[in-house]
């Protein structure tokens, strides 16, 4: 079993940056991959993004490309998604998992069909203000 905390929302006005810090405890070997999906009221989950747990794949929504990057800490076990230049269409809450994907469905498959999440963090919330 792999715990997830989550931890960094907030509110924020438009053009402003949040950092989000997903902290994983237990067994990790089996969760290759590990990043955020997002949901607010009225949309689908949408996979925001992903990072390779020990690599550098990593993979961004086409909607948050180029503004929020996504790193990690091994020695600390922590993986952070630093979100850049926010807009109020970010607002939604936001989920931290884990899933075991190698590293090519890492870089592109993460929130598709058929991806299996083993762990979820608790859900943090991001709101945006215009």
């Known amino acids: 079993q792999v715990h997830l905390v989550e931890s960094g929302g907030g509110s924020v006005q438009a053009g402003g940056s949040l950092r989000l810090s997903c902290s994983a405890s237990g067994y990790t070997y089996t969760s290759n991959c590990m990043g955020w999906f997002r949901q607010s009221p009225g949309k689908e989950r949408e996979g925001v993004a992903a990072?390779?747990?020990?690599?550098?794949?990593?993979y961004y929504h086409d909607s948050v490309k180029g503004r929020f990057i996504i790193s990690q800490d091994r020695v600390n076990n922590t993986v952070y998604l630093q979100m850049g230049d926010l807009k109020p269409e970010d607002t939604a809450m936001y989920y931290c998992a884990a899933a075991p994907l190698t590293a090519p469905l890492c870089g592109r498959a993460w929130g598709l069909e058929g991806v299996t999440i083993i762990s979820w963090g608790q859900g943090i919330q991001v709101t945006v203000s215009s």
């Open positions: 990072i390779l747990l020990g690599g550098s794949t990593t």
